[in-house]
Nanobody, 126 residues
Framework: QVQLVESGGGLAQPGGSLRLSCAAS????????MSWARQAPGKGLEWVSG????????YYADSVKGRFTISRDNAKNTLYLQMNSLKPEDTAVYYC???????????????????WGEGTLVTVSP
């Protein structure tokens, strides 16, 4: 069965860094656009970043541009999100998502992507 398992969340100080990973199985990872989204406490789902199947293009929400970097390793079926210069407003549950549509790379598929992970909590606090 399809699985997306996020890891790497935790507590970080403002200005610090974390690296999230998403291990994929049960589908052809290299054929899917991959994305990260997040949900802060009491708020709706926010798309964060997307990457094409071959990693040739990446997209970011304005709120994270210049601080976060998305990447993928198709040989390892793994998606990454390097988060630098973290801010308290980055506190959220982070989800990885997989979709066959290229529209997902910019978040325009919203919550209607094919597969979601369970999420990993990131807390940014002094």
């Amino acid at each position: 069965q399809v699985q997306l398992v996020e890891s790497g969340g935790g507590l970080a100080q403002p200005g610090g860094s974390l690296r999230l990973s998403c291990a994929a199985s049960g589908f052809t990872f290299s054929s899917y656009v991959m994305s990260w989204a997040r949900q802060a406490p009491g708020k709706g789902l926010e798309w964060v970043s997307g990457i094409y199947t071959d990693g040739s293009g990446t997209y970011y929400a304005d709120s994270v541009k210049g601080r976060f970097t998305i990447s993928r390793d198709n040989a390892k079926n793994t998606l990454y999100l390097q988060m630098n210069s973290l801010k308290p407003e980055d506190t959220a549950v982070y989800y990885c998502a997989a979709d066959r549509s290229v529209a997902a790379v910019t978040g325009s598929r919203g919550s209607r992507v094919d597969y979601w992970g369970e999420g990993t909590l990131v807390t940014v606090s002094p």
